[in-house]
Every structure is written in structure tokens, then in C-alpha cells.
């Protein structure tokens, strides 16, 4: 896949774009801030966009604003996010900016895990919603009434969920059958008060939408 890559600090960007080629994927761009990103996706159109969220000149949310005036120009375009730490606003609005393409909020520790960072990446390039396991846990502490509801392995459920996983990787992941991770789901969207869906991109999102309302 086409990649354009966003990130003001030059070893990071560096890094980033040679691992994603040693992946086989062409990383058409690699900027350090937020105007040459938006030039970058006109002129490369790239499959996805990695970006910081905090870029020059205000080091505040250049990036973020960014992403969501690209996503707002070109709502197909997959968009994964990266952040020193949880910004919860950020993750809310940019799990805003509409549906129908791929998105994905993970901090930069994530990167540390070189193949999960690249099969994230390739999900949200896939159309699906990636969001890291700690962004949900703080959105989580927001709302303690919906969390103090779950038990520490719905909790478990609902991180692996956040991820984009299907019922059949969590259950992989948990060591348990796909039935008992479909049963740890109904009751977690039951004790959330949310209806059930099967497609795991909308679950992430009413999961996030429930914790912001």
C-alpha cells in the first residue's frame, strides 16, 4: 500500500518509513508537519495516512486538525493516528470524523511492537477501526459507572475489541472459545446499555460514542 507519513521528530519519521518498506509497503511521503502532510495526500494519494497528533509550529493538534480536514476532503481515506499519550478529545473527535474508512488512535509505545504496529496499520487500511487498548481504558475511567459494570475479563474482551479483532483473534488471544468471547460481548454491550452489532468497526465506534455521550 501508498503511505504518507506525518511525524516532526526526524529519527521517528526515519524509522517509521523504513520499517513499513521492509514490510513491502511504498511510503510515497514523509513529512515534518502539518501543511506539507496536507500537500502530500493531494499529490501522492496514498492508501493511508500515519500522523502525529502534535506537530509545528504550535506543537498542539496540527496533526490532528489536519487528519480530520483530510477526512472531511476525502472521507475514504484511512487515517491511523499517533500520540505520546491519550488525548481523549482527540480520540473522540477523530472517532467523529465519519465512517466508511478506516481509523486508528494508537500511542506511540505501540511502535515498540514492530508486526502488531504493521498488521495495525494494515487494518485500518482495510476499512477498519484500530484504537489502542489504553484509549479505551481512559475513556472508560470517564464514565465509572459503565466500567465498574464489567468484570476484569469483559475488560479484557473490550481492549481486544478496541483493537479491531474479530471474535475468532480474541478468542486466539484469550485462549478461549469463540463462543465464549460472543457471550463476553453480548454482555458487555447489555451492561453498556448498547445494542449488539456484528461488525466489529461499529462496536468500537458505540462503545466510544456511549463513553463520550
Known sequence: MRVVIAEDAVLLREGLAGLLERFGHEVVASVGDAGALLAAVVEDEPDVVVTDVRMPPGF????????????ARRPSLPVLVLSQYVEQTYAAELLDSGTGAGIGYLLKDRIGAVKEFVDALERVAGG???????????????????????????LE???????????????????????????????????LDLPPAQDDHRRVLAVLAYLRG
Open 60 to 71: 498542539t493538534d496540527e496533526g490532528l486538525r489536519a487528519a480530520l480536514e483530510l477526512r
Open 157 to 191: 474482551v473490550l481492549g481486544l475489541v478496541a483493537e479491531g479483532r474479530s471474535n475468532a483473534a480474541v478468542a486466539r488471544a484469550l485462549v478461549v472459545t469463540e463462543a465464549a468471547v460472543a457471550k463476553h460481548i453480548a454482555n458487555i454491550l447489555s451492561k
Open 128 to 154: 477498519h477501526t484500530v484504537v489502542d487498548p489504553e484509549v479505551v481504558m481512559q475513556l472508560l475511567r470517564r464514565r465509572r459507572d459503565p466500567l465498574t459494570r464489567l468484570t476484569p475479563r469483559e
